[in-house]
């Protein structure tokens, strides 16, 4: 009756994340208790130690992807203290080239870092499966009057949760790779931006000083001739009109460098508001999980009465990792199409930066 109010508990969870589960009405059953029978003299202390080490390699999996969460946090601030410093103009264009250097290197560890989070995350769950195997083989029960076919499919319906459960967090953690892919896409578009009104106004600021330097050595070489000197007051004129429109564009471009860093800062709120709802998410999964896993532990026990029932449930969670590591393809696949369709946003700003110098 507990693992019946247990399940009824779990239901009532699922359902507030979406998950309508439907569980049957439980039949009471009389039985004896089964007489646990072991070969080896420790082997509750062997059971224990599997289980532990289960429940271990469950928790560290989140662990683990918290830490990369907030080093990504980190990663942004340091991202909204750099535009606000280039907006205010209090940084120059040497000191922000090394900036942004830095940013793209801690990119390229984040990233690193993740691809091995991925690799450890499967191992564990590998070595989850051997453990379950190793559980399941030190279980032998015997004497036991209940009714396979009712046991069998509670099993399933628990497995169903389980299941649901782990696909709640493999969306979530995908989720929170793809806000990662656009973080970086949008740091890329970023520094590009960056670097070109960079460009432009030290290529304005040149070609001022060339006018002023000009004008300054035609007036002093033809002070004497009058014709001279209106056509220089003439020349002077439309070199000041120029400047003024020179003037004009490093104002548009200034106005443009604080509306992109706005936005940008807009992006930064919205996103952070995004991590952390999908975080709260992560955690009430896992913690859903952990439970799931538990109570799953024990009802197993209960349910191993043949060798038969061992074999359907070994396929059932090679079939599983099986899933896992097709989930982990697509996921992989994923992220290397999010690194071509970047390469060739980048390419078509290079492309477009040419046009607009030719």
């Not at 870092?113 to 559980?135: C, P």
């Not at 600021?205 to 050595?217: A, F, G, H, I």
């Not at 056509?231 to 002077?236: D, E, F, M, P, V």
């Not at 026990?301 to 989930?327: A, H, P």
Request: a negative charge.
């Amino acid at each position: 009756m507990d693992l019946y109010q247990n399940l009824l508990e779990i239901k009532k969870q699922l359902a507030e994340f979406g998950r309508i589960v439907e569980i049957e009405e439980i039949k009471l059953v009389s039985m004896d208790e089964p007489k646990p029978k072991c070969d080896n003299p420790c082997g509750d202390t062997l059971n224990e130690e599997i289980v532990q080490n289960m429940k271990s390699s469950i928790e560290n999996i989140p662990k683990a992807l918290m830490g990369v969460c907030q080093n990504l946090v980190g990663k942004r601030e340091a991202i909204v203290k750099l535009l606000e410093t280039v907006s205010q103009a209090n940084i120059e264009p040497t000191e922000l080239a090394e900036k942004i250097e830095t940013l793209k290197d801690e990119g390229k560890d984040l990233k690193k870092n993740l691809d091995e989070l991925i690799i450890e995350s499967e191992k564990r769950i590998t070595e989850l499966v051997k453990n379950w195997y190793i559980l399941l083989d030190s279980k032998n029960q015997e004497g036991d009057k209940i009714r396979l076919e009712e046991f069998e499919e509670q099993m399933k319906q628990k497995n169903a949760m389980l299941q649901e459960s782990k696909q709640v967090i493999s969306d979530l953690h995908r989720k929170l790779e793809d806000k990662r892919n656009l973080h970086e896409k949008t740091i890329s578009e970023f520094e590009i931006t960056v670097k070109e009104y960079t460009e432009t106004i030290k290529k304005l600021n040149q070609e001022l000083d060339n006018e002023k330097r000009s004008s300054v050595e035609i007036k002093t070489r033809n002070a004497g001739n009058g014709q001279t000197i209106k056509n220089l007051r003439q020349k002077l004129n439309e070199s000041e009109a120029k400047l003024k429109e020179m003037e004009n564009k490093n104002s548009d471009l200034s106005k443009k460098m604080k509306i992109t860093t706005d936005h940008q800062r807009q992006k930064e709120i919205t996103w952070n508001k995004e991590k952390e709802d999908m975080q709260k998410n992560i955690r009430d999964q896992e913690k859903l999980l952990s439970r799931l896993t538990e109570e799953k532990n024990s009802f197993q026990t209960r349910m191993e009465v043949n060798q038969t029932k061992n074999k359907t449930e070994e396929v059932t969670m090679r079939r599983e990792l099986e899933k896992l590591k097709y989930d982990l393809e697509i996921v992989t696949e994923e992220l290397e199409k999010s690194n071509r369709e970047k390469m060739e946003a980048i390419e078509k700003i290079r492309i477009w930066q040419t046009s607009l110098k030719g």
